[in-house]
Nanobody
Framework: QVQLVESGGGLVQAGGSLRLSCAAS????????MGWFRQAPGKERELVAG????????YYADSVKGRFTISRDNAKNTGYLQMNSLEPEDTAVYYC????????????????WGQGTQVTVSS
């Protein structure tokens, strides 16, 4: 069982940056892949980035490639999403998730979820 708590969301102007954090409970975090999802009002949930348990493999959706960076610090049981060059279209609730098995780009494999943090990008 992995419990996840996101933080770092907020209001930022277009072109700005934010760093989201995902604090995990338990020693099991280091053996789980981690992903960041987002969901905007009226839209389906989208996997924006994933990282393997070791940090050796990453995945990015085309919409964020080159602007967002996913990372993790297993010693701190924490994952991160650095978001640069933010656009109004990035406005959404962002969720971190963890999966024990399966590819980091496969949405249905993620089984543990945080409560979400709001990111709002103004134009």
């Amino acid at each position: 069982q992995v419990q996840l708590v996101e933080s770092g969301g907020g209001l930022v102007q277009a072109g700005g940056s934010l760093r989201l954090s995902c604090a995990a409970s338990g020693r099991a975090f280091s053996s789980h892949n981690m992903g960041w999802f987002r969901q905007a009002p009226g839209k389906e949930r989208e996997l924006v980035a994933g990282i393997s348990w070791s940090g050796g493999s990453t995945y990015y959706a085309d919409s964020v490639k080159g602007r967002f960076t996913i990372s993790r610090d297993n010693a701190k049981n924490t994952g991160y999403l650095q978001m640069n060059s933010l656009e109004p279209e990035d406005t959404a609730v962002y969720y971190c998730a963890a999966s024990k098995y399966g590819g980091i780009s496969i949405e249905r494999r993620y089984e543990y979820w945080g409560q979400g943090t709001q990111v709002t990008v103004s134009s």
